[in-house]
């Protein structure tokens, strides 16, 4: 065992170590303890065979995994299994920032790279905190948000570019559903084209990009709920999530009666 001009521990191969007196000096400093989660992984990517052959595509089901756990957590009013449940999703990110830290195709990145990129994006996004801009409220928080998000995407299309560009369609259809009514209401996109059972869509209209395909009567009357729920100040996906926790108390409780013979 070195130790290396920093004073950090080095085994003789030359490969990190983590020791509790490594970091018992930062320990006092909030995100200390991420120096030595960073290297935890690094080494685990090394010498853990299972870790060693995993990449972005394999560990995509984990990181879906492991947020849908930390929402349950959240709702569950648990902070121990909160807390435990963001270290499981933390320990994504690290593992995917070190799997692309070992390319050398000139697309690679580190976990400092993905900090950088998150606080330089908080600071521009918050001029009314880092800058000289004054606020009245967090409505306008808001609105400044959404102007310079707009402008960073527009400068990186070249172009205007859709206020939907970059709504990922792979999230749950109730959240989708949500946040492409929030988008377009934002950007003051008619009212009338979100009723999908008699607006302009029902009929089928040709577009830019082509015909405009009618939904089904089910599917219009969801979107509809999820307008609904919106105008109440309310989360649809949320609201269903309660509603199915709710239903699986119901069947849990009719499942201890039926065993302990009740009527």
């Not at 195709?105 to 606080?119: N, P």
Request: some cysteine; hydrophobic content about 40%; aromatic content about 4%.
């Amino acid at each position: 065992m070195t130790q290396d001009g920093d004073g950090g521990r080095r085994s003789q191969d030359g490969r990190d170590t983590v020791t509790a007196r490594d970091t018992a000096t930062t320990q006092g400093a909030p995100g200390a303890r991420l120096l030595e989660l960073a290297a935890v992984m690094s080494r685990l990517r090394r010498e853990c065979p299972w870790d060693a052959k995993q990449t972005h595509e394999s560990l995509a089901p984990h990181l879906l995994e492991e947020s849908y756990e930390a929402l349950e957590a959240l709702e569950s009013s648990d902070p121990d299994a909160l807390r435990e449940e963001l270290g499981d999703v933390l320990l994504q990110v690290m593992f995917h920032a070190e799997i692309a830290s070992e390319r050398t195709d000139g697309t690679g990145y580190t976990i400092d790279d993905v900090a950088d990129g998150i606080a330089g994006k908080l600071v521009r996004r918050h001029p009314h905190v880092f800058g000289d801009v004054s606020v009245s409220g967090a409505d306008e928080v808001k609105q400044n948000w959404d102007a310079i998000k707009a402008a960073e995407r527009a400068a990186k299309r070249g172009g205007p570019g859709s206020v939907l560009d970059g709504v990922p369609f792979g999230q749950p259809a109730l959240a989708l559903a949500a946040q492409l009514q929030r988008r377009a209401e934002r950007a003051g996109v008619p009212s009338d084209l979100a009723d999908l059972a008699s607006g302009p869509g029902a009929a089928g209209v040709a577009g830019a990009a082509g015909p405009d395909l009618p939904a089904s009567e089910l599917g219009a009357e969801l979107f509809a709920l999820v307008a609904r729920a919106r105008a109440a100040g309310l989360d649809p996906e949320l609201e269903l999530r309660a509603a199915a926790r709710t239903y699986r108390d119901r069947v849990l409780a009719w499942e201890r009666a039926r065993q302990a013979g009740e009527p």
